[in-house]
């Protein structure tokens, strides 16, 4: 039992990892799947969804309400497994998402199905977040580029086959299955999890920073909803978004105050002295504002203006998802082996402003080869950053901040992709309206409802005029929202230029892994791992 105490937690640091830890890890994989499966599923069912339940205005808020619910619970779920063991509360959150997962197939309107996906997204939260930390604890730094393969075949079934298993589904078995689908995959995963994993308990008097977790959770709340009713439902002037831009402001302010003060932050401020960790996580935000818009509103442009079915807007979202998927695995390949990473946010950065500005370009007559190649742009770019964002902020914190290094990677990129959803939704619905009240005429309001179903059954079903307005709407809409996503993608490019090159605890000669090279953190790169977990 000491030996594998030792193996778990890093505490052997070198050598060959016995055959176990790789049958855990294996049973973490499909965890983590659950995680990314979810949202490239839905943003293909999305179009057939809204069709039976109604309200496009709401169209945004489904994916809203699952990322925001997983922002504000990821800090929380890091810290509880902190204090009481990462496999108790990692097995809670996949049970927590799993529930979510079955009400949402059963809800009967877009209120409930809205609600559903905020439990979802509370047990979403512990999942990447405790399959990163586990990793942490059992593989030594220095190894774990041997198993990037298994995260790079997990992003493989999950980005290209995200897409065409939801397509496929809503076609054949409804989108209901679309949920349904977790709870086989989630109940494997449990199994194998508990009869797997075997980690030794913390032992801790630390209390969880309940005050900050919930300034926190009020101030995301609040912003996210000022992004998402503001010149919707609520004038940007209105009273009602002046004082949730009041509250939000003063939860966040709090929130810092209170992280200067509390026993065990949840979020401790010193990881943002370092300069490469404090621009990785503005990257990071950036790549999941971008990435979730772009999954949500390439298939509502290709099933609306280019006529494609539910599966065959899955399959043409390829382009995207396997440039990114071959440029991801490649950046953590060479970064691994030479420790040089900068380039790889500077070209990322750069690809993805030039893709999503084509993208804004497209219209009612843009072909399926040309988005094609937009998309490709697009991927490339996102996967010059995905492996890079949560590899250098490792890299840049001493090692018993890794965790937290981590848990807050993941909460900027799950702020980010509901940021760019709430405000890309909010900007597209605008759009829409109004092209469809200039081109409709008197019949634009009630034809935009009719049209919510955005299926290509029901649009041939309309009148050819209506049709003809609604595909204008929708391509007029979809270059704003590109558009406006080539704008924030150009921040990427400006935090990448400040990016300082230093050596990688997991690349290159150890002797390089020095205090001096950590960007000026008083690092201790060769301390042990933790045994608690």
């Known amino acids: 039992m000491a030996e594998k105490t030792e193996a778990a937690t890093g505490g052997a640091g070198a050598g060959e990892q016995p055959r176990s830890v790789r049958v855990v890890l294996l049973a973490l994989m499909i965890a983590m799947m659950l995680a990314m499966l979810d949202n490239m599923i839905i943003g293909t069912a999305m179009p057939t969804i809204v069709g039976e339940l109604g309200g496009l205005e709401h169209l945004s808020w489904v994916v809203t309400a699952y990322t925001l619910a997983t922002a504000a619970s990821t800090p929380l779920w ?47 939260g512990g999942l990447m977040v405790g399959v990163m930390a586990i990793i942490g604890d059992l593989i030594p730094p220095r190894e774990r580029g041997k198993y990037q393969g298994m995260i790079a075949g997990v992003m493989a079934l999950s980005m290209i086959g995200g897409p065409l298993v ?44 309940y005050l900050g977790a919930a300034l926190l959770t009020i101030g995301i709340t609040a912003i996210v909803l000022v992004t998402t009713w503001g010149g919707t439902e609520y004038a940007w002037t209105s009273a009602r978004i002046m004082e949730l831009i009041g509250i939000g402001v003063a939860a966040l302010v709090g929130f810092v105050f209170w992280q200067t003060r509390a ?53 043409l979202l390829l382009p995207m998802l396997g440039a990114m998927l071959v440029t991801s695995m490649v950046a953590g390949r060479v970064t691994t082996s030479t420790g040089r990473y900068k380039i790889f946010p500077l070209a990322g950065g750069a690809l993805m402003t030039v893709g999503l500005y084509l993208l804004s370009t497209m219209d009612t007559d843009t072909t399926r080869f040309t988005s094609g190649l937009y998309m490709a742009v697009v991927g490339l770019g996102m996967g010059c950053l995905m492996q890079i964002t949560m590899l250098v902020a490792q890299n840049s914190v001493e090692m018993k901040d890794m ?11 799950t702020l980010g992709s509901s940021f760019g959803v709430a405000i890309m939704g909010a900007l597209f619905n605008n759009r829409v309206q109004d092209v469809m009240a200039e081109r409709a005429a008197g019949s634009g309001a009630k034809a935009t409802e009719q049209s ?70 008083p690092a201790t790169a060769k301390a042990p791992v933790t045994e608690a977990v």
């Not at 054949?172 to 349904?180: C, K, L």
């Not at 709407?473 to 490019?493: I, K």
């Open 166 to 209: 939801g397509g496929t589904i809503t076609d054949h078995w409804g989108w209901r299955w679309s949920f349904y689908i977790n709870l086989p995959l989630g109940v494997v995963a449990l199994i194998a999890i508990s009869a797997v994993l075997h980690l030794p308990k913390k032992r801790s008097e630390a209390r969880i920073d």
């Open 403 to 413: 965790g937290v290094a981590s848990s807050s990677t993941t909460l900027f990129r």
């Open 452 to 521: 919510a179903t955005l299926t290509a059954d029901a649009l041939n079903a309309l009148p050819a005029a209506i049709r003809d307005a609604y595909q204008h709407a929708v391509s007029a809409g979809t270059h704003t929202a590109f558009l406006l996503g080539s704008v924030v993608a150009v921040l990427a490019l400006v935090a990448a230029v400040f990016v300082k090159e230093v050596p990688l605890k997991g690349a290159g000669p150890k002797e390089a892994d020095t205090p001096a090279d950590r960007d000026g953190d």
């Open 78 to 124: 890091g810290k509880l497994g902190d204090m009481y063991g990462r496999k108790g509360s990692f097995m809670t959150s996949i049970v927590i998402f799993l529930v979510g997962s079955a009400l949402s197939g059963m809800a009967q309107d877009m209120g409930q199905l809205i609600g559903f996906r905020a439990i979802q997204g509370l047990g979403a």
């Open 263 to 315: 026993a065990e932050p949840i979020l401790p401020l010193h990881i943002f002295r370092s300069r490469n960790f404090t621009l990785m996580s503005v990257i990071g935000f950036i790549v999941g504002f971008v990435m979730f818009g772009a999954t949500l509103f390439l298939p509502l442009y290709q099933q609306s203006v280019q006529g494609a079915s539910a599966t065959n807007s899955g399959l």
